[in-house]
Each structure stands twice: as structure tokens, then as C-alpha cells.
């Protein structure tokens, strides 16, 4: 099926939607769903819309339980998945449902987990949400009827509009399979319509023609009865593709949702950051400030790491050049393949910014812009190669001796991998976005820098001048 570009005006043409109504039937439904909520997260930049929510960086037991025993409804595991081979993924995948349907029949808890994944289609899909599936079902008597996809997500301009997922380019809706992110060489695809790219990434299995559709005119004219009567049809794991231009349309799908769920039904989820926002019953927070940020006032410099590749993210390193009161320093990563000269360059690397951050420069390291390519058929040894390429970025956080001011990594596995690594955060909590869509942690107790505000800037987010802004804010020259 063909996917036609729209103009971003398009939708402004969409039916009128009801914002306090959709409130209302979603702030009642949540009353009634008494299930916690575990987010697996495939890269840190999922919590980009949520605040006050904890981050665990493993999937213990002791973990998921201290999750469990939280007063808030929903809590984030990163799983960094998206950095791991499938052979990894699925082990990881097997073992926390495994652990979570442990911890829950101990606690005899109730819970419903949702596998966070890239607004632009990236990641093991359908490998992480099948694991999760048959390892439940083996493990219980749970039985899983049907999984909803929701890529929706307005921070990043990523719109589902008949049942094709959009990215939103300047004034320009552009179907998802044609825009860079599909021709991913690691989790490439060319569908656009979500039917169809659930059959194409399922290889058959599941089919276009089999999957519900839940349709922006149902969830703006509040079919609510409607929509949860069609869940309750739902059977074998089939597909629910949910289509939204607004927050309001998660909100509705999620009253009809939880209606479902009270009659019996279990789903599984593969979402954008969206619906755990909504499914939370998080509360809207305000950008965050410099005061909020920066507690504890030093006169060594700020970081900066940037990983990514996509074009946004070059397009705002260039921008950040712009800024005299910055040291920029390239990090050769294509010396990958000569091991002796890449230990030699990542020493040269560490060993500046160091000195740079001592002598109170805010330093920006960016890996080098063009990618490798090791040709057809090789996406496991390009994988591997990128996480030593991500080891190597994330030894300079691991092997600094000085504090910097302030910490900012561009890019999902950048970010996990200097979270979790670098930093060696156990347990973060969200303190809510410095920009749209930015998500910044506040570091646990047993991290590296207690208590440091960690800016985790996805790729493949913000206006072409948001990197320059976060890091003019963070340096006090906002």
C-alpha cells in the first residue's frame, strides 16, 4: 500500500478533540487499574516525557521489587536493548519476565508490561515483545490476547494518521519507510503502514488484514464502549494498531483500554513514550531550569558527548559550533578496525578533556560523522562494532578524575552506555525534560557523581538549535 507525504496542516483538518473530556474518561478509567506498570526501555531516551519516576539499569529481583514497592504506579527498566544482538535480547527479555512474574507472585501484585521502543520503528521487534509473550504464558496462567502498537509521539513529530505512521519534517508529514531512520542498517524496514510493517518485521506471521485498527474519528467522537468492545474481540496475540495526533487520542484509546483489561483481556504494548505517560497518570511538568539543574556550582567545565549519526544530530552539533565557549574534539571511532591506533587515539581523547573540563572548558567530543560500512549481510559485526565504538566513548566518563558541570550524551546507546557504564547508575529519577522531548536524570546515590542532573538528548529529537540551547542553559548563558 502506498503512503502519500502530507502537509503538517493536515492535521488541523482532523475532527475536533475534546481535551477535558478526554481527561476525564481517562483520569476515571485509571482509578480502576490497579496494576503496576514496568516500562521495559530499549535506550534511556524513553522517559522523555515523563517526571518523578524511577530508572532501574538492572532487572534483579531485588530490583523489580524495590520497583513493585514504590508508591507511583509506573517504573522504568533500561534494558538498552537496542545496543544488544538478538541473541542477547532475547536472553535479557526471558530473564526479566521471568524475575517480574517472580517478584509479582511473591507480592501478589498485578502488573502489565510495555516494551518502549523507537518513535521512528527502530529495535528486535517483534523479538522483545514474542520473548516476553512466550516466556509469561510458559512460566503462568496468563494468556496474552493481543498487543497494541503506538508509535505516536508529538514531541518528535511522529503522527499516525489511517493507520500510517508519519515523521514530521519541517512542514512536511513523511511516511516513516521513507525517511532515514527506516533505512537503518541494523533495524531497517520499508513499510510505513503499521499493518503491513507488523507483517513485514513478522515475516507473515501476522497479517495486515488480521490487525484492529483503532481510527482517530473513533477516539475523537469518545467511542469509548465502542473501542473496549472491539479489544474484547481481540485473540492469539493479534495486533492493535492505534492511530493519534494528539495526546487525547492516547487518552481516550486508554479509558477504552483499562475497560478491556477490567473484563479480562491482557495485552502487551510496543509504544513510543506516548502511552506510558498517560498509562502512569503522569502530570504535566514545566521545562526544567538551570537552578534545577546545576546544585552544586563548580569552576571545571560542562561535557558534551555525541554519538549519534542521524541527521538531526549533526545538524545541531554544527549548530553548537556556533558557540566560541566551547572546545570541540573529534574522536577518529573509524580506527575501530586498527586496535593499536584506536587505544592510542581514545587515550588522546580522554587526556584532553580532561585537562579542558580542569581549566574550567566546557568540552563537546563527537564521535566521527561517517559511518561504517562493512557491507551487505554484516549487521551483527556492525552492531559489535558499535558498541566498542560506545565502550571506547564511554571510557572517557568512566576514567575522568574531575567532576564536570554538567553532563550531556547525544544519542540512545550513547546515552545508556554513559548512564549505565560510565556513570554507574543503579537507580535514576526522571526529574521531567529540559527540552521537549529531553529527558534529564537525576543520578543515584551509588553513581559515579551523586546526585548530577544527566541530559540524555535522543538522536533523533529537537529543533535544529536545541543542542546549542540545552548546553548555553546548563553553562548560565541563557
Same mark, same amino acid.
Given at each position: 500500500m502506498e503512503s502519500m507525504r502530507l502537509n503538517a496542516e493536515y492535521l488541523k483538518q482532523l475532527p475536533a478533540v475534546d481535551k477535558k473530556e478526554a481527561d476525564k474518561v481517562a483520569a476515571e478509567a485509571l482509578k480502576e487499574l490497579n496494576k503496576k506498570i514496568i516500562v521495559l526501555d530499549d535506550d534511556p531516551t524513553g522517559v522523555q516525557t515523563v517526571n518523578n519516576i524511577s530508572v532501574f539499569t538492572d532487572w534483579s529481583e531485588e530490583a523489580i521489587e524495590a520497583g513493585f514497592q514504590e508508591a507511583a504506579s509506573m517504573f522504568f527498566i533500561l534494558t538498552n536493548s537496542r545496543g544488544l544482538t538478538e541473541k542477547e535480547t532475547e536472553a535479557v527479555h526471558r530473564e526479566i519476565a521471568e524475575n517480574i512474574l517472580a517478584v509479582a507472585t511473591r507480592l501478589d501484585k498485578e502488573f502489565l508490561i510495555i516494551s518502549r521502543g523507537d518513535s521512528t520503528l527502530r529495535g528486535h521487534y517483534p523479538l522483545e515483545t514474542t520473548v516476553l509473550r512466550d516466556t509469561l504464558e510458559a512460566n503462568s496462567a496468563l494468556k496474552i490476547d493481543g498487543e497494541v502498537i503506538l508509535p505516536y @509521539?508529538?514531541?518528535?513529530?511522529? @503522527?499516525?494518521?489511517?493507520? #500510517?505512521?508519519? #515523521?514530521q519534517t519541517g512542514t512536511e508529514l513523511v511516511p516513516a519507510g521513507e525517511t532515514e531512520f527506516a533505512k537503518d542498517r541494523t533495524f531497517g524496514y520499508s513499510s510505513s503502514h503499521l499493518g503491513e510493517w507488523v507483517e513485514e518485521k513478522s515475516?507473515?506471521?501476522? $497479517? !495486515?488484514? +488480521?490487525?484492529?485498527?483503532?481510527?482517530?474519528? *473513533? $477516539?475523537r467522537a469518545m467511542? %469509548?464502549?465502542?473501542?473496549?468492545? *472491539? $479489544?474484547? +474481540? %481481540? *485473540?492469539? @496475540?493479534?495486533?492493535?494498531?492505534v492511530n493519534a495526533a494528539d495526546e487525547a487520542d492516547v487518552k481516550v484509546f486508554t479509558a477504552a483500554l483499562v475497560k478491556a483489561i477490567q473484563a479480562g483481556k491482557n495485552f502487551l504494548f510496543r509504544t513510543a513514550a506516548a502511552l506510558p505517560k498517560v498509562i502512569g497518570g503522569v502530570q504535566d511538568k514545566g521545562l526544567l531550569t538551570r537552578k534545577e539543574l546545576v546544585n552544586e556550582e563548580t569552576t571545571n567545565g560542562g561535557l558534551i558527548i555525541v554519538g549519534s549519526h542521524v541527521k538531526k544530530t549533526t545538524e545541531q552539533l554544527e549548530k553548537l559550533k556556533e558557540l566560541s565557549s566551547i572546545e570541540f574534539i573529534e574522536f577518529n571511532t573509524n580506527l575501530v578496525l586498527e586496535p593499536n591506533k584506536f587505544k592510542e587515539e581514545c587515550e588522546r581523547v580522554i587526556g584532553? /578533556? &580532561?585537562? @579542558?573540563?580542569? !581549566?574550567?572548558?566546557? /568540552?563537546?567530543?563527537?564521535?566521527?560523522?561517517?559511518?561504517?560500512?562493512?557491507?551487505?549481510?554484516?549487521? &551483527?559485526? &556492525?552492531?559489535?562494532? =558499535? #558498541? =566498542?565504538? =560506545?565502550? !571506547?566513548?564511554?571510557?572517557?566518563?568512566?576514567? $575522568?578524575?574531575?567532576?564536570?558541570?554538567?553532563?550531556?550524551?547525544?544519542?540512545?546507546?550513547?546515552s545508556s552506555d554513559v548512564g549505565t557504564k560510565g556513570l554507574a547508575v543503579k537507580r535514576a529519577t526522571v526529574a521531567g525534560q529540559i527540552r521537549p522531548g529531553i529527558p534529564v536524570w537525576i543520578t543515584g546515590e551509588e553513581s559515579k557523581y551523586p546526585g548530577m542532573s544527566y541530559v540524555i538528548f535522543p538522536g533523533n529529537v529537537g529543533a535544529v538549535d536545541d543542542l546549542k540551547t540545552v548546553v548555553e542553559l546548563l553553562s548560565g548563558k541563557d
Amino acid at each position: 500500500m502506498e503512503s502519500m507525504r502530507l502537509n503538517a496542516e493536515y492535521l488541523k483538518q482532523l475532527p475536533a478533540v475534546d481535551k477535558k473530556e478526554a481527561d476525564k474518561v481517562a483520569a476515571e478509567a485509571l482509578k480502576e487499574l490497579n496494576k503496576k506498570i514496568i516500562v521495559l526501555d530499549d535506550d534511556p531516551t524513553g522517559v522523555q516525557t515523563v517526571n518523578n519516576i524511577s530508572v532501574f539499569t538492572d532487572w534483579s529481583e531485588e530490583a523489580i521489587e524495590a520497583g513493585f514497592q514504590e508508591a507511583a504506579s509506573m517504573f522504568f527498566i533500561l534494558t538498552n536493548s537496542r545496543g544488544l544482538t538478538e541473541k542477547e535480547t532475547e536472553a535479557v527479555h526471558r530473564e526479566i519476565a521471568e524475575n517480574i512474574l517472580a517478584v509479582a507472585t511473591r507480592l501478589d501484585k498485578e502488573f502489565l508490561i510495555i516494551s518502549r521502543g523507537d518513535s521512528t520503528l527502530r529495535g528486535h521487534y517483534p523479538l522483545e515483545t514474542t520473548v516476553l509473550r512466550d516466556t509469561l504464558e510458559a512460566n503462568s496462567a496468563l494468556k496474552i490476547d493481543g498487543e497494541v502498537i503506538l508509535p505516536y @509521539f508529538k514531541e518528535g513529530g511522529r @503522527f499516525t494518521l489511517n493507520n #500510517v505512521h508519519y #515523521v514530521q519534517t519541517g512542514t512536511e508529514l513523511v511516511p516513516a519507510g521513507e525517511t532515514e531512520f527506516a533505512k537503518d542498517r541494523t533495524f531497517g524496514y520499508s513499510s510505513s503502514h503499521l499493518g503491513e510493517w507488523v507483517e513485514e518485521k513478522s515475516n507473515g506471521a501476522f $497479517l !495486515a488484514k +488480521n490487525t484492529l485498527y483503532i481510527s482517530i474519528e *473513533q $477516539l475523537r467522537a469518545m467511542e %469509548v464502549e465502542a473501542i473496549a468492545e *472491539q $479489544l474484547t +474481540n %481481540v *485473540q492469539d @496475540f493479534n495486533k492493535i494498531v492505534v492511530n493519534a495526533a494528539d495526546e487525547a487520542d492516547v487518552k481516550v484509546f486508554t479509558a477504552a483500554l483499562v475497560k478491556a483489561i477490567q473484563a479480562g483481556k491482557n495485552f502487551l504494548f510496543r509504544t513510543a513514550a506516548a502511552l506510558p505517560k498517560v498509562i502512569g497518570g503522569v502530570q504535566d511538568k514545566g521545562l526544567l531550569t538551570r537552578k534545577e539543574l546545576v546544585n552544586e556550582e563548580t569552576t571545571n567545565g560542562g561535557l558534551i558527548i555525541v554519538g549519534s549519526h542521524v541527521k538531526k544530530t549533526t545538524e545541531q552539533l554544527e549548530k553548537l559550533k556556533e558557540l566560541s565557549s566551547i572546545e570541540f574534539i573529534e574522536f577518529n571511532t573509524n580506527l575501530v578496525l586498527e586496535p593499536n591506533k584506536f587505544k592510542e587515539e581514545c587515550e588522546r581523547v580522554i587526556g584532553a /578533556v &580532561e585537562d @579542558f573540563i580542569t !581549566a574550567g572548558r566546557t /568540552v563537546a567530543v563527537y564521535t566521527s560523522r561517517k559511518r561504517l560500512d562493512l557491507g551487505e549481510n554484516k549487521k &551483527e559485526e &556492525e552492531l559489535k562494532l =558499535s #558498541v =566498542s565504538i =560506545s565502550d !571506547a566513548v564511554t571510557s572517557i566518563v568512566t576514567k $575522568l578524575k574531575v567532576r564536570p558541570n554538567f553532563l550531556v550524551a547525544k544519542g540512545g546507546i550513547t546515552s545508556s552506555d554513559v548512564g549505565t557504564k560510565g556513570l554507574a547508575v543503579k537507580r535514576a529519577t526522571v526529574a521531567g525534560q529540559i527540552r521537549p522531548g529531553i529527558p534529564v536524570w537525576i543520578t543515584g546515590e551509588e553513581s559515579k557523581y551523586p546526585g548530577m542532573s544527566y541530559v540524555i538528548f535522543p538522536g533523533n529529537v529537537g529543533a535544529v538549535d536545541d543542542l546549542k540551547t540545552v548546553v548555553e542553559l546548563l553553562s548560565g548563558k541563557d
